[in-house]
């Protein structure tokens, strides 16, 4: 109950500074090591000491002001440390992420409160609306939280857990019943291959686990469209729109970001040049091949037709590739006569918006529509979908650590029983991702596939 | 009058009246069969993965499975010896004349011990309190604790094919009403099942057809720390190996409606374990199997009787001797006594504490299979301390609870009042999250303090563990000041064995913590002066020492919830906001941290949360 929790304090989205706050033994420690100016396990308590925080490969991520409060005259009376950053959903986010990388759980709803209130920092009375507020919200947030999970994300999960729990039985077999000739035995030289491909599979789950990465990295985007279909207006006008443009986030991008635009607090990268950069060379038509390039990269694709032309041969074929991307077609120039035959469109009704960028019509609808094809408001409020995600990321993010750790084990031809200790934490870690895991499904999985017994 | 009654002669029994009169409590051990005492009615063997290292437990806290083992075992290995040394355990082939006599010997020496025939049939009891025993006579026997450890007695039931017979094991009386008195007292009662296969005659095996299964050969092996090996290597009788065929197969899928529990009895409640099904349900469940492994096993020098390990069957007698005949080497074999299933009463085990006292009625200890679990070991650890924690209330001294960083045992009896059970209990390693502090190397310096705190280990005993101790530390400083230089001599040897040669001097701890150096390799250079099992406890520590690591610190997370007390007498009622499932399994278990509270199943981490703030609300001023 004492270990170490982490969480924004103050609103997320825009503003000026944002504040994490640390509370627990190892908040000071922690902190340390993703802060990189004066050592803070020897400042004094409640002090205030500037300096950046770092990632894994020392690159800065913040520069930020760093409180330090010494137990036991705190808010929660043990150790609390303060993070004040620069605001962002993207940099806050990604301090945070370093935290629970580092060894700090998220906290629950209320338990900076309710850890005060054990500790005898605050009075019954506060107690109480702790308690309502931590049964009003941990079990809808849990149950949201699980259900939030993307179907796809959620499924890889169990398949791997599925695959993990073969294994683990296996090895649990192998161990109870060691007289047993008949069941099959384990080696290193079958387990590797295993192990391998169980990384393999957190790998691409990390990869999947979308939203996560929309917080961290913002969302992709990319604007395709034939030349002169009015890309750049349309990138200069949600530019214009949104004037809080956030400053380069370092290490997060090997795109060349064209423009970067905020909706309700997540940031759009528009990314390519290629594609957009009109040049006065009419000949450089739309290079179908790189197009394509484009579009499997992306997170977003803004697909622009212009009113006023006839549906080319090229962008018919690109249209028939959108089908598994998350995609907006915009048909500009709703001003003028209109030419393009809306009947071979109808299959894309639902995600068509019409505007005229040169009138500043539809650019709204356009945004609204992004941030319903993103979930945007859901990521933006305090809550489930964001924190279950960065929550799933960093106990996958530890659990490839430690599967990696497994895979070195096997390879210096460690016991099988220890590093099965290891799987069946990672196991373990990952049901928490979507439910809770009990022993029981262990136990009899092994009875169940093993025929075993006086 | 007797402090303590013991009521039954099994492992559980034994252990728990040895403990109780060595510590100078007047016991009376009652069994319904003097001849039971020690029985093994199933299995000839003791130990076993898991289990072995339990033995090992007992033995370091004073109990005496071990001992008798070792004394009178017709062989003994050591499982998993290629595995990590985390599950490597005993395993002895017992004999089943002489462990009984051998335990009976050393029962009758024992001071304070009195042992007598008599079925027991009701407790006295007053104000939730037990007073004495009630025998089928109507004799009252009084005592101030009462420790039941009745088996499979209660309500015992041997199942035949279509015949139900209520007797015990070897066909004798069982107890038809203590279990419903206990149900009067408020118990609640459930019914287990188990089974076992048949005995043959070893003159009618041809043994040419089967493997043969001996024991080590190469070192001696003792479950006790205190003795010395009383066998011979070459002395130790062979088990033998065989398989199922199709024939048998086949006999089993066209008779199965006549066994018990597949139609043939239609009054089966038992739930058999799920780790020990009969060979009906092996068929059946994996049909695609072609062979299914038994072992033949010998249970005595003194008699012929074989016993048949994988067999297990509730079938009529005929079916069952055209089973066995279909197996190779058993073609002739004549059968002495036929498998047979028997279903029993058992309390839940939700009921007890940790100590074993049942939370129902006071001074009233309970151990062994009456708890739901099944073997030989689980049962003695149980007897053991419920004999030890009885003995200590009588002295007004805190109960020994064994937490499940510490023991075996300590994980068995949490689980068994934590979680509750479905099939009967069995230990497995992989039931124990710190198995890798939990090894057969490390019993007695995990447990023999606690063995000497509760009077069961002497002085003597104990100078031998803080000398050991001492010992391990003086090699740990003597591998730390000793350095091996890297000549051409040595070169060439790490060369020979085909090990990575160190780039520089290195001290004997960096070597050995490299996988693929053993210490044995490293006496090639240095001649490391110390005992074998000191080395194997600095090998250990030091090769492994990552993975011990982070064992202690998850053991540490969960001690620190093992302090977070909950009062006795909380009332779950008043917690407002607690799911209605957590409520519900709260107020059966009733843990005693918050620890335990996190164990059981239906508890979710909101729940906890809630009690955490309530306990402080409400008792904030004991934290």
């Known amino acids: 109950m004492n270990d170490t929790i982490c969480a924004i304090a103050t609103s997320s989205g825009i503003g000026a500074i944002a504040i994490i706050r640390i509370s627990g033994e190892e908040s000071i420690e922690i902190v340390n090591k993703i802060f990189k100016g004066k050592d803070l396990t020897k400042v004094s308590s409640h002090t205030i000491n500037y300096g950046h925080i770092i990632d894994e490969q020392e690159n800065i991520v913040d520069e930020v002001l760093v409180s330090i409060m010494k137990s036991p005259k705190t808010f929660t009376t043990e150790d609390i ?15 945070l992420e370093l935290l629970l990388e580092n060894g700090c759980r998220l906290a629950e709803p209320g338990e900076f409160t309710k850890r005060a209130f054990l500790n005898g920092r605050i009075d019954i009375l506060e107690a109480e609306a702790v308690m309502d507020m931590i049964d009003a919200k941990t079990e809808v947030q849990r149950k949201m939280a699980i259900n939030q999970i993307s179907g796809k994300v959620s499924n890889l999960i169990n398949d791997l857990r599925d695959d993990m729990v073969q294994i683990i039985s296996n090895i649990n077999v192998n161990i109870d019943y060691p007289e047993y000739d008949d069941v099959d035995i384990l080696t290193t030289e079958i387990l590797i291959p295993k192990i391998t491909n169980l990384k393999e599979q957190i790998i691409k789950i990390i990869k999947e686990s979308n939203n996560g990465k929309i917080i961290k990295e913002g969302i992709k985007t990319s604007i395709i469209g034939r030349p002169n279909v009015g890309k750049s207006s349309l990138l200069n006008a949600l530019i214009e729109e949104e004037k809080a443009i956030v400053t380069d986030i370092a290490g997060t991008t090997r795109d060349i970001v064209e423009g970067q635009i905020k909706i309700n607090g997540v940031i759009l990268n528009i990314i390519d040049t290629a594609g957009i950069r009109e040049t006065d060379d009419k000949i450089e038509a739309l290079g179908v091949e790189k197009s394509l390039k484009i579009m499997e990269e992306a997170d977003l694709i803004l697909f622009m037709l212009n009113n006023n032309e006839e549906l080319t041969k090229d962008i018919e074929m690109l249209l028939d590739k959108l089908n598994n991307k998350k995609y907006i077609i915009i048909i500009n120039k709703n001003d003028l006569e209109t030419k393009l035959d809306k009947n071979l469109l109808k299959k894309y009704e639902k995600q068509i918006i019409n505007l005229s960028v040169l009138k500043h019509q539809g650019i709204d609808s356009l945004k609204e529509k992004i941030i319903e094809l993103f979930n945007i408001n859901e990521l933006e409020t305090k809550d489930p979908t964001y924190l279950s995600n960065s929550r799933s990321i960093s106990i996958l993010k530890r659990c490839l650590k430690s599967i990696e750790e497994v895979e070195k084990g096997l390879k210096e031809k460690r016991p ?6 290891d799987i069946k934490n990672i196991w373990e870690e990952l049901g928490l991702i979507n439910g809770t895991s009990y022993e029981e499904e262990l136990l009899d999985e092994m009875f169940s596939r093993f025929c075993l017994g006086k | 009058m007797y402090e303590i009654i013991v009521v039954g002669g099994g492992h559980a029994g034994c252990e728990a009246a040895y403990a109780s009169a060595k510590k100078h409590h007047k016991t009376l051990l009652i069994t319904s069969n003097l001849k039971n ?14 289990k072995g290292i339990v033995v090992r437990e007992i033995d370091a806290l004073g109990g005496i499975m071990g001992k008798i083992a070792d004394k009178t075992h017709l062989q003994i290995k050591m499982l998993n010896s290629a595995k990590g040394p985390a599950v490597q355990s005993l395993r002895a082939q017992g004999d089943k004349v002489t462990y009984p006599k051998e335990m009976l010997k050393t029962l009758n020496e024992q001071e304070f011990l009195t042992i007598q025939e008599g079925m027991v049939e009701d407790l006295v009891i007053e104000n939730n309190e037990v007073k004495g025993i009630v025998l089928d006579n109507g004799e009252k026997i009084l005592s101030k604790i009462v420790i039941l450890t009745t088996g499979t007695y209660l309500k015992a039931d041997i199942l035949v094919g279509d015949t139900r017979t209520r007797q015990g094991p070897h066909g004798e009386k069982p107890s038809n009403y203590l279990s419903d008195k206990l149900k009067e007292y408020g118990f609640k009662i459930i019914r287990l099942k188990t089974g076992t296969p048949q005995r043959l005659d070893k003159k009618t095996i041809d043994f040419s057809k089967t493997k043969k299964e001996p024991g080590d050969e190469e070192r001696y092996l003792t479950f006790s720390f205190d003795l010395e090996p009383s066998y011979k290597l070459d002395e130790q009788e062979p088990c033998y190996l065989t398989y199922t065929t199709e024939e ?10 006549k066994s018990s529990m597949y139609g043939a009895l239609d009054d089966i409640e038992g739930i058999g374990p799920r780790y020990c099904p009969s060979i009906e349900d092996k068929v059946v469940r ?8 038994l072992f033949i096993e010998p249970e005595s020098r003194y008699y012929d009787d074989i016993y048949l390990q994988g067999f297990s069957t509730s079938m009529p007698k005929e079916v069952q001797e055209k089973m066995v005949h279909s197996l190779p080497g058993l073609e002739h074999a004549k059968i002495l006594k036929y498998g047979y299933a028997i279903e029993y009463d058992a309390i839940y085990p939700t009921q007890l504490t940790a100590s074993l006292e049942t939370k129902i009625i006071k001074n009233l200890y309970t151990a062994g299979q009456i708890n739901g679990t099944s073997g030989y070991e689980e049962a003695a650890c149980q007897g053991l301390i419920a004999g030890i924690n009885a003995s200590l209330k009588i002295e007004e001294k805190d109960p020994l609870i064994l937490k499940r960083n510490e023991a075996y045992i300590g994980v068995l009896i949490d689980d068994l009042i934590t979680k509750g059970i479905r099939d009967p209990y069995r230990l497995l390693t992989s039931r124990a999250e710190f198995r890798l502090l939990l090894r057969s190397d490390n019993a007695d310096l995990r447990l023999r303090e606690y063995g000497y705190q509760v009077g069961l280990i002497d002085d003597e005993k104990l100078n031998k563990l803080n000398t050991k101790k001492q010992k391990i530390n003086d090699l740990l400083v003597f591998m730390q000041e000793n350095k091996l230089k890297i000549t051409k001599e040595v070169e060439e040897v790490f060369k020979k064995e085909n090990i990575e040669v160190p780039t520089t001097t290195l001290s004997l701890e960096q070597l050995l913590k490299r996988p693929e150096i053993k210490i044995s390799f490293l006496e090639k250079f240095i001649e490391i002066p110390f005992k074998e099992e000191i080395k194997e406890q600095v090998s250990i520590n030091l090769k492994y020492e990552g993975y011990i690591k982070k064992s202690f610190k998850e053991a540490e997370k969960m001690l620190k919830l093992e302090k977070k007390q909950i009062p006795e007498n909380i009332d779950y009622d008043k917690i407002k906001n607690i799911a209605s499932e957590a409520r519900q399994k709260l107020k059966e278990v009733r843990p005693k941290t918050i620890a335990q509270a996190i164990r059981i199943s239906g508890v979710n981490p909101s729940d906890i949360s809630i009690l955490s703030v309530y306990l402080k609300k409400e008792y904030g001023k004991d934290e």
């Open chain 1, 81 to 95: 440390v303060e993070i004040n950053t620069h605001g962002g959903i993207a940099p806050t986010n990604k301090v």
């Open chain 1, 416 to 421: 099988i029983d220890m590093l099965e200790l």
């Open chain 2, 37 to 50: 005492i020690a029985d093994m009615p199933c299995n000839p063997h003791i130990g076993g993965s898991a």
């Open chain 2, 248 to 257: 048998t197969h086949k006999i089993i899928r066209d008779n199965l409606n």
């Open chain 2, 286 to 293: 994996f049909s695609s199997k072609e062979r299914h492994q």
